[in-house]
């Protein structure tokens, strides 16, 4: 019997290297965020040209994806995300902020990005244009950014008599010369080439993670932002109407006997990759099992358990096949038992498969996925294997949860439950 049906039973940017400013303020953000985990985006690979910038950004809270798992590095920025990317990195730089100037515009009265642009404007930081509008839905401009940045920078580090030298030969004339030429004095930002800014390109979300993290490396320099300590985090989330877009169709359907949202959370949390390095996973679980997991699961880090992945299983359509392959490790997925209308425990999300490569599903003759078959012989134990007496499966006992590698006429050594099943 297929193991899916057996639960119930049992910073550089765009620009050259040579860019003005870019050199020395790319190696101290390199140091600022040094050590931070990986981030959980899909679209953000290790070695991404902003990676760095946007773990580093995504660890101190200052910036998000546009999905949980989805940065979206090459998608221009709006001046409301702006506002509140720049009011957070501002925070994370060690300044502060004004109350917010409620009023300041009249096309901002609501929305999750009216805080931080009524603040900005209160701290002069964020103006209006001529009809004393902001315009929150517009994208922003290469130029148009670096007075973002070179405003912020000025609130936390106080500004400059140093007159900035023309840095470009195409910001001439440009409403925000002044402050283009500023941003490549201080090393905020750099041009597309040593001579050309293009002042008029949109302002995209993985050069803006390279931009801020300049501005942050810049105050810890100045000794005004304490250097964040990485290592272990873990936090616990609503599901988001995003999230719930996501997913819907996919682990979790309408008109089934799935869990209301309501009863479900998001734990993003940290573990030890395959390659040594820290990265952020994401696991989706009932309210009721999340306590365990994250308890468990901080064991298991803190003892030195390696885990390779963990996304969210939509990114592998819901099939349990597809992510077991990718050896993902993953909790809840609202599906049946096949031929059955009963449910998998993972259907309530009070189940978590970890590794399942290391720890395969056995049956028999019947080994899923086909690679655990290297992985049969228990007694060898390597890296990512879960065996009686570890320190991870241990750690799920004591919450009370069952390992189903303890199941007698089957073993599926990559399940854990709050049943046992």
Not at 42 to 66: E, N, Q, S, W, Y
Not at 148 to 155: E, G, I, K, P, Q
Not at 215 to 229: C, K, N, Y
Request: charged residues 20%; neutral net charge.
């Amino acid at each position: 019997m297929p193991r899916r049906h057996v639960s119930l039973i049992a910073v550089a940017l765009v620009a050259s290297t040579s860019a003005v400013g870019s050199s020395q303020p790319a190696a101290a953000a390199a140091d600022l965020c040094a050590g931070a985990p990986r981030a959980p985006y899909v679209d953000v690979p290790d070695a991404h040209t902003h990676a760095d910038a946007i773990d580093c950004l995504h660890g101190l809270a200052v910036i998000r994806g546009r999905l949980v798992d989805a940065f979206e590095p090459a998608t221009s920025l709006r001046r409301d995300q702006m506002a509140t990317i720049i009011a957070g990195s501002i925070e994370a730089a060690g300044g502060r902020l004004p109350a917010p100037d409620r009023g300041a515009f009249p096309d901002v009265s609501s929305g999750p990005h009216r805080d931080a642009i009524e603040r900005l404007a209160a701290a002069g930081i964020v103006e209006g244009r001529a009809d004393g509008s902001y315009a929150p839905g517009a994208h922003v401009p290469r130029g148009q950014m670096t007075a973002f940045l070179v405003r912020a920078h000025d609130h936390v580090l106080g500004p400059s008599d140093e007159p900035a030298p023309s840095a470009f030969e195409d910001t001439a004339g440009h409403p925000h010369e002044a402050t283009i030429d500023r941003a490549a004095q201080l090393g905020l930002a750099s041009g597309k080439t040593a001579t050309r800014f293009a002042p008029q390109e949109l302002t995209l979300r993985g050069q803006t993670a390279t931009f801020v993290a300049r501005l942050l490396h810049r105050s810890a320099d100045a000794g005004v932002m304490t250097a964040p300590r990485w290592g272990f985090t873990s936090s616990v989330h609503r599901i988001s109407a995003s999230l719930e877009r996501q997913i819907t169709g996919s682990s979790w359907h309408a008109g089934r006997d799935c869990p209301p949202f309501t009863d479900l959370r998001l734990l993003e949390i940290v573990h030890r990759g395959f390659d040594g390095r820290d990265r952020v996973g994401l696991l989706v679980l009932h309210r009721d099992a999340v306590a365990d997991v994250r308890v468990a699961l901080t064991r298991s880090y803190e003892a030195g358990f390696h885990i390779e992945r963990m996304r969210l299983v939509d990114r592998y359509g819901a099939d349990d096949d597809r992510s077991m392959a990718a050896n993902n490790s993953s909790a809840f997925n609202c599906r049946t038992v096949s031929g059955s209308t009963r449910w998998s425990e993972h259907a309530y999300g009070r189940a978590i498969d970890i590794n399942p490569v290391q720890n395969p599903y056995v049956a028999g003759s019947t080994v899923e996925p086909e690679a655990g078959r290297a992985y049969l012989d228990r007694s060898n134990v390597r890296r990512g294997m879960l065996v009686r007496g570890d320190a991870t499966v241990t750690a799920f006992k004591d919450r009370g949860w069952g390992w189903g590698g303890d199941w007698s006429s089957i073993k599926d050594y990559m399940h854990l439950s709050s049943t046992g099943r």
